[in-house]
């Protein structure tokens, strides 16, 4: 019988101060830090409940519903646009090309702001306020070349939760536990476009086209509300908290087992246990003991390059 023990740490230390990418922005005026839109979170993101980050994951959902819905609820009215405006079909459907058009700038801006202030939340109701307001003025718009104007800028609006939606999941969640939020998120930008003719046809034929962005503005209030009242700053600072924790759970130590190809000269196994030893660091221990065999398969975890011979860490 051979035993071989492979030690791989989960979490490096703690980056140096001085790296540009973890420095706390500067301290906004006392005016901006009163109305709580430069705060940063007060408890680290990665700790808040599953429940409460199942809200606020489908919050961002919803905000994510908006390019595509508000990109198709309009288009069953294009018709009556051009009879009220007293314009062309050329015209009328710049106002649905340049929406597209400007899905794509927004993002670019919004995840470059986000990242240089280190902030979300002040980003997410900066969009928000302006999809709206762009709304009602599309609701009250009289000529073509107005409304080409608004719709650039609703979609620039809507656009943001596109790319920060991505930073706050990452905020809050950890490698392996992203593909769930991720798939949630994306959900609300397939559901906007399903659901933005159904209810775009509906209302052209019963109240007019403008209700159209009458709905949008509604819909960007609500949200607005939401993301003020229910969602705080998660932008996670590394600086302050650390490196994002590899495992589910640092305080658990669950077991796990990683099968391999019995033989004829016996059936062996690789366990794998994790330990949490601090805050900042957690070691994921292999311990591998069995007939022949069991070597090779802890060579394969040693040249993966993630971790280490314990044997060797002791010898060195």
Not at 30 to 49: E, K, N, Q
Not at 185 to 211: E, F, K, N
Not at 262 to 285: C, L, R, Y
């Amino acid at each position: 019988m051979s035993a071989t023990a492979v030690t791989a740490s989960a979490a490096a230390d703690h980056p140096a101060a001085a790296d540009d990418d973890l420095r706390r922005p500067p301290s906004p005026p006392s005016y901006w830090r009163s109305l709580g839109l430069f705060t940063y979170p007060t408890t680290d993101p990665v700790t808040w409940t599953p429940a409460y980050k199942r809200l606020v994951v489908a919050i961002v959902a919803a905000c994510n519903m908006l390019p595509g819905f508000c990109s198709t609820v309009y288009l069953p009215g294009t018709p009556n646009v051009r009879d009220d405006l007293h314009t062309t079909d050329v015209l009328v459907n710049l106002t649905l090309s340049l929406f597209i058009l400007f899905n794509g700038v927004g993002p670019v801006l919004f995840s470059a702001f986000s990242d240089a202030f280190r902030l979300r939340r002040l980003f997410y109701l900066l969009a928000l306020a302006l999809f709206t307001a762009a709304s009602i003025g599309c609701y009250f718009v009289g000529n073509i070349e107005g409304l080409i104007v608004l719709r650039c800028l609703q979609s620039i609006g809507a656009s943001a939760p596109l790319s920060i939606g991505a930073g706050t999941i990452s905020d809050m969640y950890t490698l392996s536990e992203r593909g769930s939020a991720v798939g949630a998120m994306t959900a609300g930008s397939a559901i906007g476009p399903l659901m933005g003719p159904i209810l775009g046809g509906v209302m052209t034929q019963t109240v007019g086209w403008r209700s159209t962005f009458l709905l949008s503005t509604g819909l960007g209030a609500a949200l607005f509300l939401l993301q003020l009242l229910v969602v705080p700053e998660s932008y996670r600072l590394r600086s302050v908290w650390g490196p994002m924790p590899v495992l589910r759970d640092l305080h658990a130590a669950p077991s796990a087992t990683v099968p391999t190809n019995s033989k004829s000269s016996g059936e062996h196994s690789v366990h794998a246990s994790t330990a949490s030893k601090s805050d900042t660091q957690t070691e994921v221990v292999i311990v591998a003991a069995a007939t022949d065999g069991t070597k090779d398969r802890a060579d394969e975890f040693l040249s993966a390059g993630t971790i280490t011979d314990a044997n060797a860490d002791a010898e060195a």
